[in-house]
C-alpha cells in the first residue's frame, strides 16, 4: 500500500540556517512525489513536485527538494530559512501505476517547521 | 490568478444537525476532490470525482456522508447527522496535469 512518513513532528531553525523537512514514502512503483504548505486556517498551497528527470527539483519560495530512490525519500530543503516560511509542510505520494490514471495522492501527517528569529 | 472556492470557511454546528460544504473547482478541472484534516494530521481522502462520477469513495463514511457533483461542475459534501468527531477541516481540491490546487478550506466544529 501506498504511505508517507513525515518523522518529525516539528522542526526548529534559527533564520538565515539552512532547514530539512524530512520525508520518506512508500509505493510499489515509480512515484510522483509532492510538498505542500499550509499557513495556519489556510488551504494547502503546492510548492514543488517529482515526476521524473533530475532528482533535485526546484520549487518556490526557494525551496527544493532531493529524491532519493535507494533510501525513498524526498527531503524539503532550504538553504536560508525565513521566519516567515513558518507553517506546516506536507508531503505527498501518488503511485501513477496503481491509481489508474486518477491522481491520487496520498499526504503525510505533516511537519510544523518553526524558524526562529 | 482562478482559485478553488469554497464556502462556508467556518460552521458551527450541534450533534445530529446535518450540514453542508460547498466548492467550486477551478474551470475547467475535471478532477475534485474532497478531503478531510483532523487537527494535527494529514488531509485525508474522503471522495474523489472524474467530471460527474465518483472514482473512489473507499474512506467515505456513507452512513453519514454524501457528496455529489451533478453537473460535473461543483460539488456538495454533506453530513447528516454530524457527530463530534466530524469537527475538522473539509478541503477541496481540483487538479490539473497532476497538480492539486486547494481551496482555503471549511472548518466545522461539532458541538
Known amino acids: 500500500a501506498q504511505s508517507v512518513a513525515q518523522p518529525e513532528d516539528q522542526v526548529n531553525v534559527a533564520e538565515g540556517n539552512p532547514l530539512t523537512v524530512k520525508c520518506t514514502y512508500s509505493v510499489s512503483g515509480n512515484p510522483y512525489l509532492f510538498w505542500y504548505v499550509q499557513y495556519p486556517n489556510r488551504g494547502l498551497q503546492f510548492l514543488l513536485k517529482?515526476?521524473?528527470?533530475?532528482?533535485l527539483v526546484k520549487g518556490s519560495y526557494g525551496f527544493e527538494a532531493e529524491f532519493n530512490k535507494s533510501q525513498t525519500s524526498f527531503h524539503l530543503k532550504k538553504p536560508s530559512a525565513l521566519v516567515s516560511d513558518s507553517a506546516l509542510y506536507f508531503c505527498a505520494v501518488r503511485d501513477p501505476v496503481r491509481d489508474g490514471g486518477y491522481n491520487k495522492l496520498i499526504f503525510g501527517a505533516g511537519t510544523r517547521l518553526a524558524v526562529h528569529p | 490568478e482562478a482559485e478553488v472556492a469554497q464556502s462556508p470557511r467556518y460552521k458551527i454546528t450541534e450533534k445530529s444537525q446535518a450540514v453542508a460544504f460547498w466548492c467550486d473547482p477551478i474551470s475547467g478541472h475535471a478532477t475534485l476532490y474532497w478531503y478531510r484534516q483532523i487537527l494535527g494530521q494529514g488531509p485525508e481522502l474522503l471522495v474523489q470525482?472524474?467530471?460527474?462520477?465518483?472514482?473512489?469513495d473507499s474512506q467515505l463514511p456513507k452512513d453519514r456522508f454524501s457528496a455529489e457533483r451533478l453537473k460535473g461542475v461543483d460539488s456538495t459534501l454533506k453530513i447528516q447527522p454530524a457527530e463530534l468527531g466530524d469537527s475538522a477541516m473539509y478541503l477541496c481540491?481540483?487538479?490539473?496535469?497532476?497538480?492539486?490546487?486547494f481551496g482555503e478550506g471549511s472548518r466545522l466544529t461539532v458541538l
Open positions: 481540491a481540483s487538479s490539473s496535469r497532476g497538480e492539486l490546487f
Open positions: 517529482y515526476i521524473t528527470g533530475d532528482n
Open positions: 470525482f472524474q467530471d460527474e462520477s465518483v472514482v473512489d
